[in-house]
């Protein structure tokens, strides 16, 4: 269930593309992965007509042998993800194109990229369902609610000025099953590793981790 968000004053329609499934084979466990990347060009009036590109991704996967529930899958890790690349690829479909990643190339292209901004999200207890991935923590959605000068907050999103923003990410609510992890400056590739010392996955270069539940 992969889909990219694309939002540019460019076309008529200003809406989420269609959506794909990845699965990545089945030794031991099928691993689904969902791809978001909600993608807004230069001037777009749904960012504050920043004067920048900027990516979110959202990247969840989920591995177990039974995890449909009605029209939902139970998902198991996200990956959120913000930077500043321009897209110029293009994805045909019957009479007409849209501008976008290939859908066959974005979960490695994704990975490729350096990153600005990263959250991680683990569940870790009860299950979490949803048809689209793993919400919580999405780069973009805690920066947005927050009250930030206008101003300050598209200099911010255009990289020429840095924000405190670990303390909105803290307020801001999570699902009571999920583990967070927040690098504000990530700067580089996104790593997890799993701890030596409490055998778990985590983000390496977090400066913050929350978690609502003992």
């Not at 949803?130 to 947005?144: H, R």
């Amino acid at each position: 269930m992969e889909s990219i968000g694309f939002h540019t004053r460019n076309f008529k329609e200003d809406m989420e593309k269609k959506w794909t499934v990845h699965t990545m084979g089945n030794v031991p466990v099928t691993v689904i992965l969902v791809v978001r990347n909600e993608y807004f060009a230069r001037k777009d009036i749904f960012l504050g007509l920043l004067d920048s590109y900027f990516n979110n991704i959202r990247y969840t996967w989920s591995y177990r042998d039974s995890f449909y529930k009605s029209d939902q899958i139970e998902w198991d890790f996200k990956l959120g993800l913000g930077g500043r690349y321009e897209i110029m690829d293009q994805i045909d479909f019957f009479d007409f194109e849209i501008i976008g990643i290939p859908y066959e190339s974005l979960p490695k292209w994704v990975m490729s990229k350096e990153w600005d901004i990263a959250s991680f999200i683990a569940v870790e207890q009860g299950r979490y369902f949803s048809s689209e991935g793993i919400y919580d923590w999405g780069v973009l959605d805690p920066i947005l609610t927050a009250e930030w000068d206008t101003l300050a907050l598209r200099k911010y999103l255009a990289g020429e000025i840095d924000l405190d923003i670990e303390d909105i990410f803290v307020s801001h609510d999570i699902h009571p099953t999920v583990r967070a992890e927040l690098a504000p400056l990530l700067m580089t590739k996104p790593v997890l590793y799993i701890s030596a010392i409490d055998q778990r996955l985590h983000l390496e270069g977090a400066k913050i981790g929350v978690k609502d539940f003992v």
